[in-house]
């Protein structure tokens, strides 16, 4: 009797031993090709195109275009593109140089095989030359509030931070924005397209 219970223990030990590592083995098969799917970057393309508009009339259309790898940790994709401009800054200060151009960083995740999270840090600045300021010297306050002007350039600046959920091929006008000085109307088009 004892030789009947031992060998059925054993035999019932053997089964459950063979059973569990059944299910293992099928559950690490069906996890390889989602974890294989995960760890392949998967190469995206994001288009920028800035445009500013007076009234109707479209004044600028400026395009800027990175390439993302998705599904590949946290980093950002950054293009910058501009100019070190000498501004005149009076008495001891004389020449400094300021940073005007276009800045954009850019990264995205996937939600599901055909929708992805794209985020998008968008900033420009340009000189508008010319712009009549007013200017009061200190020779002309002892005498009275005697005030003219004086034409000195003006850096003017667009900025954004987008988070948008595009598909494969899909455009969005992202933001619309009215300078308030000028009344120009700058707005942001983002194209989103997996590389094929």
């Known amino acids: 009797m004892?030789?009947?219970?031992?060998?059925?223990g054993t035999v019932m030990t053997a089964v459950m031993m063979f059973s569990t590592s059944a299910q293992d083995a099928k559950k690490s098969d069906d996890k390889s090709p989602t974890e294989t799917r995960e760890e392949k970057p998967i190469p995206v393309k994001v288009q920028v195109v800035y445009v500013e508009f007076e009234g109707d009339k479209k004044v600028r259309s400026l395009p800027y275009?990175?390439?993302i790898?998705?599904?590949?940790?946290?980093?950002?994709?950054?293009?910058?593109?501009?100019?070190?401009?000498?501004?005149?800054?009076?008495?001891?200060?004389?020449?400094?140089?300021?940073?005007?151009?276009?800045?954009?960083?850019?990264?995205?995740?996937r939600i599901s095989d055909a929708i992805f999270d794209v985020?998008?840090?968008?900033e420009r600045s340009w000189i508008d030359g010319d712009?009549?300021?007013?200017?009061n010297s200190a020779a002309q306050q002892?005498?009275?509030?005697?005030?003219?002007e004086f034409?000195?350039?003006v850096i003017r600046q667009f900025k954004a931070e987008l988070?948008?959920?595009?598909?494969?091929?899909?455009?969005?006008?992202?933001?619309?924005?009215?300078d308030p000085v000028t009344g120009r109307v700058s707005k942001i088009e983002v194209t989103f397209a997996l590389v094929k």
């Not at 140089?97 to 995205?108: E, M, S």
């Not at 712009?131 to 200017?135: Q, R, S, T």
């Open 65 to 67: 275009t990175a390439m």
């Open 151 to 153: 034409k000195e350039p």
């Open 2 to 8: 004892k030789i009947v219970r031992y060998l059925a």
């Open 119 to 122: 985020q998008l840090s968008f």
């Open 131 to 135: 712009v009549l300021l007013p200017f």
């Open 142 to 148: 002892a005498v009275g509030p005697s005030l003219s």
């Open 69 to 109: 790898s998705v599904d590949h940790g946290p980093e950002w994709a950054k293009l910058r593109v501009g100019t070190r401009i000498p501004l005149f800054a009076g008495g001891q200060n004389g020449m400094q140089y300021v940073d005007v151009g276009t800045n954009i960083d850019c990264r995205a995740h």
């Open 163 to 178: 988070n948008l959920v595009l598909r494969d091929g899909q455009t969005v006008e992202s933001t619309v924005g009215t």
